[in-house]
């Protein structure tokens, strides 16, 4: 049994809950049917050390929609299961993600797995750098995966992703629905340039501003009732959530932590500020 801080023992039946500890998984790697994946993006990728096995989940790669227009979208069925069995996961496997940033973008790749109808998926949280930190060992080598594929078919759940005019008719609808931006204040109100080239600064005009990393502390979620507390600060009474950021990645880190606080499936606008922040008709206000 693994033995994590302050002395807690912890086993290795997992409860189903979509956040694990790295003393679960400590306790669990390497067991039949366990899968651990690696999605980091960005400086995060490739880095020569992993958790033992973990296999790239690619979300650069085959895990993004290279013909749409806007970055990280989500490919379609076939793509999204020729991708999956290609890291050996099956319908029956239990799938561990993590990333070298801590919980960035670990979110989004949990995020797509269940809205392809597959629940048996975590997030690591605190990621790698949380492993690292509990003195756990890692391996010297990127994260791969050469072995046979899975049986993992993907079964899509309309609505856990959606588009600008689902976004618009929520908008519309301030007394059911908040729509809520995971970028940083200073981007939401326009007074920081956005990374991407050619995008208008702002937000849309409606939304509330979260920024993902008020759900964390040291890198790792906050405790259920604070996630609680943090939506319900931003979306009072709102029954329904729909989450944005700057493409679809740091949305997701609050989907998990909408759906730790209980809310039913928010709803991830997968398009993001890459797709409503371009030129165009689509309105955006600038300010707090």
Request: hydrophobic share 45%; proline share 8%.
């Amino acid at each position: 049994m693994f033995q994590g801080s302050g002395g807690v023992v912890v086993g290795s039946s997992w409860s189903g809950r979509p956040l694990v500890g790295v003393g679960w998984l400590a306790e669990s790697l390497g067991e039949d049917g366990v899968v651990v994946v690696d999605a980091s993006v960005g400086a995060h990728r490739g880095v020569a050390r992993r958790i033992a096995g973990a296999r790239p989940f690619d979300l650069d790669g085959a895990f993004s929609d290279h013909a749409a227009a806007a970055p990280h979208t989500m490919p379609g069925a076939a793509a999204f299961t020729a991708a999956v069995r290609g890291l050996g996961i099956d319908d029956t496997s239990t799938v561990v993600v993590y990333d070298g940033a801590g919980i960035y973008s670990s979110a989004r790749a949990w995020w797509m797995l269940r809205a392809m109808g597959f629940d048996r998926a975590a997030v690591l949280d605190g990621g790698l750098p949380a492993w690292e930190a509990a003195g756990l060992p890692v391996e010297a080598a990127p994260a791969a995966y050469d072995g046979p594929p899975g049986t993992f078919t993907a079964r899509p759940r309309p609505g856990l992703f959606v588009d600008s005019a689902a976004v618009t008719a929520a908008l519309a609808d301030p007394a059911r629905a908040a729509v809520l931006d995971a970028r940083t204040r200073e981007r939401f109100a326009g007074t920081a340039p956005e990374p991407r080239p050619g995008l208008r600064g702002g937000h849309m005009p409606g939304a509330l501003s979260l920024p993902f990393g008020d759900l964390q502390r040291n890198g790792a979620m906050l405790p259920d009732a604070e996630l609680r507390a943090a939506f319900r600060a931003s979306a009072a009474d709102r029954e329904r959530l729909y989450v944005s950021c700057g493409s679809g990645v740091t949305a997701c880190v609050l989907a998990l932590g909408a759906v730790l606080a209980g809310y039913p499936d928010p709803a991830v606008y997968d398009g993001s500020w890459s797709e409503w922040g371009m030129p165009g008709e689509l309105p955006v206000a600038t300010g707090p």
